[in-house]
């Protein structure tokens, strides 16, 4: 009899989490008007003339958030300090937006210095890096605004780092960052030195620094910090005190091996780096959440295209029954995607919060990009956030950097 009835208590649980498993979610065309992009970015950049058009855009296929338990409320998360939330304007630099806002976390974590840090003076950075790096490869590099998130590291060890007072890479009567001229212009350049087959490095450099000024102002050779002045490598070291180094990416995917270090294979890894900790899926959801548990905050990358990506209608990402059931989401869905393009390297983001409830966990992302403000600060309550829940990250969240004491008990099996 008790054997009988184990085996009845097995087979009712089976059906109940098969049932929910396979609970249908629908999907449903949305037809979006213009939203905080053309409304506010766009017409906040100096000079924009154009006028914002008032016709719906083509259908897309979203999930319908109708009836699904999505998290309301960003003030019922578990948070960590983090500044609010700025806009990267008509730019693609998330990737410094993220890690910045991470490492501000960082500074205010291990020294209580609530400092409020440029994204720009890495931006700003990084191309002079590009340039040089077009040159001695003789034009084999990706150009592009994106890049990686480690970049912000690999920059800042060279470079050092600026106060947002200092310089903000805006110039006088602008409201928001705007590179797309700055690009197109530094990419015709470069362009011209391939086809000219004129490699001198140092022309190639002053060139682009020279466009750069013109559309971003130049940035200080020092700070002034209490009557001292500093430069980006001194305010780094003797002021923010905090190491580059302590900073790792992981990774988790199966086309390289796991417990290596390796590269990242997108575009926006320009300068193919190599020191991704790649580990296995459960190994990396493991850590995300163990960061967020100890209040260390992480910055995040991945894919924010998807149908359930609901940046208009809920600030939340979940992946829908109809793309996956949650059962059935691991490694081989989560590569399948990668290596078929369906996953790709769009978004850098900021984890600074996560909400336990039902045997889930939903993370809270602070985000500079314009999906989340749309709707207005006064109409949004969760301006500048997403709900993200873990199954999303699982299947469409490459990589994130984190501080490595994190990853201490896992180091020893690299090789």
């Known amino acids: 009899m008790k054997k009988q009835f184990l085996s009845i208590c097995f087979i009712s649980l089976v059906l109940a989490v098969s049932a ?32 914002v058009e008032t016709v719906k855009l083509a259908g897309t296929f979203k999930l319908d958030p109708a ?40 500074i205010y974590r291990l020294s209580r210095q609530e400092v409020k840090l440029s994204e720009m003076f890495t931006a700003y950075c990084e191309y002079i890096e590009r340039a040089e790096q077009f040159v001695r ?6 150009i592009g605004e994106g890049s990686e998130m480690n970049a912000v590291i690999k920059v800042m060890k060279k470079y050092g780092a600026l106060p947002y007072s ?27 030195l391939k086809s000219r087959n004129a ?23 020092t700070v002034n ?31 390289q091996p796991y417990w290596k270090q390796v590269i990242f294979e997108v575009p926006d890894n ?5 020191s991704y900790y790649n580990i296995p899926l459960d190994d990396y959801m493991k850590i995300l959440k163990k960061a967020l548990k100890s209040g260390i905050t992480v910055s995040i990358a991945g894919d924010v295209s998807e149908a359930g990506f609901l940046a208009r ?24 995607r990668f290596s078929n393009g369906t996953t790709t390297d769009d978004h850098g983001l900021h984890v600074i919060g996560y909400q336990e409830k039902d045997g889930i966990t939903w993370f809270l992302f602070k985000d500079s990009g314009a999906g989340s403000r749309t709707g207005g600060l006064e109409k949004n309550l969760n301006f500048g956030y997403y709900f993200v829940h873990e199954d999303y990250v699982k299947l469409k969240m490459m990589t994130f950097l984190v501080n490595k004491e994190v990853m201490k008990d896992l180091l020893p099996k690299f090789k």
């Open 20 to 51: 929910q498993d396979t609970k249908t979610s629908k999907g449903v065309f949305r037809f979006y008007e213009p939203g905080y992009y053309q409304n506010s970015i766009l017409k906040g950049i100096e000079k924009y003339e154009s006028t």
């Open 67 to 106: 009836g699904l338990a999505i998290p309301t409320d960003k003030s019922t998360f578990k948070t960590i300090w983090h500044l609010p939330p700025v806009s990267q304007g008509n730019t693609n630099t998330c990737w410094s937006y993220s890690a910045t806002s991470m490492l501000e976390s960082e």
């Open 137 to 142: 490869t003789r034009g084999k590099i990706n």
């Open 166 to 192: 200092a310089y903000s890479g805006l110039l006088p009567g602008q409201e928001f960052q705007s590179h797309e001229k700055m690009f197109n212009e530094i990419k015709a350049f470069l362009d011209g």
């Open 199 to 221: 490699w001198d490095e140092v022309t190639a450099v002053n060139t682009v620094k020279s466009i750069m000024n013109h559309y971003m102002g130049q940035p200080p050779a």
């Open 225 to 255: 910090i209490k009557g001292k002045d500093y430069t980006p490598g001194q305010y780094l070291s003797e002021i923010l005190r905090i190491n580059p180094g302590d900073y790792v990416d992981v990774l988790s995917y199966m086309q």
């Open 270 to 274: 320009w300068w193919n780096d190599a």
């Open 313 to 336: 209608e809920a600030n939340a990402a979940m992946v829908p029954s109809f793309d996956i059931p949650s059962s059935a989401i691991d490694e081989n869905a989560r590569q399948f």
